[in-house]
T-cell receptor, first 111, second 116 residues
Framework: ETGVTQSPTHLIKTRGQQVTLRCSSQSGHNTVSWYQQALGQGPQFIFQ???????GRGNFPPRFSGLQFPNYSSELNVNALELDDSALYLC??????????FGPGTRLTVL | AQTVTQSQPEMSVQEAETVTLSCTYDTSESDYYLFWYKQPPSRQMILVIR??????QNATENRFSVNFQKAAKSFSLKISDSQLGDAAMYFCAYRRPDTGRRALTFGSGTRLQVQP
């Protein structure tokens, strides 16, 4: 059974740029959730996708957007990057209402 | 809105000893899920243990057990026979059980150090 994978592992962008982060869900899982974890803090919920539809959103601006594909993999897009967007971005997959399993994260640095 | 509080930023334990990490939460729901996740320096969040609020019995997973006090809204994690590999950040998390948004609400974490 393949676990949750994320790419890239880390990347560096400059303020104002756009970035796309990718997540492959665990086999058999149909729900993907994205979280932002600032240094020294707990993860904060960004949004969740269930069977290709957005299924809830946290307190993040519209420049944070996402997609889920038919194979249930997912993308997180962030436009007009700001310095405060520097964080670890975590993806978690689950089957319906069961436990969320996390990927290794993508470390984003905005300069 | 639900909140999760971890009041111990750091804890330390001797190898082979027992340590308890605290977590309290605030919710008006009667049914929900609680979790403990471990995040080692590798960054990957690993599930340690899960508790359903409707279950009276405290969950256990090998050396890990919880003390779930629903009335007090308390959910502590006990690690027995601590090992060096237990050193990590530990996060308590809450989730509503409804079929809508299944977001996790996390606490701020407790850093556990294990002394040899």
């Amino acid at each position: 059974e393949t676990g949750v994978t994320q790419s890239p592992t880390h990347l560096i962008k400059t303020r104002g740029q756009q970035v796309t982060l990718r997540c492959s869900s665990q086999s058999g899982h149909n729900t993907v959730s994205w979280y932002q974890q600032a240094l020294g803090q707990g993860p904060q919920f960004i949004f969740q996708y269930y069977r290709e539809e957005e299924n809830g959103r946290g307190n993040f601006p519209p420049r944070f957007s996402g997609l889920q594909f038919p194979n249930y993999s997912s993308e997180l897009n962030v436009n007009a990057l700001e310095l405060d967007d520097s964080a670890l971005y975590l993806c978690a997959s689950s089957l319906d209402s069961t436990t969320q399993y996390f990927g290794p994260g993508t470390r984003l640095t905005v300069l | 809105a639900q909140t999760v509080t971890q009041s111990q930023p750091e804890m330390s334990v001797q190898e082979a000893e027992t340590v308890t990490l605290s977590c309290t939460y605030d919710t008006s729901e009667s049914d929900y899920y609680l979790f403990w996740y471990k995040q080692p320096p590798s960054r990957q969040m690993i599930l340690v243990i899960r508790q359903e609020a409707y279950k009276q019995q405290n969950a256990t997973e090998n050396r890990f057990s919880v003390n779930f006090q629903k009335a007090a809204k308390s959910f502590s994690l006990k690690i027995s026979d601590s090992q060096l590999g237990d050193a990590a950040m530990y996060f308590c998390a809450y989730r509503r059980p409804d079929t809508g948004r299944r977001a996790l609400t996390f606490g701020s974490g407790t850093r556990l150090q294990v002394q040899p």
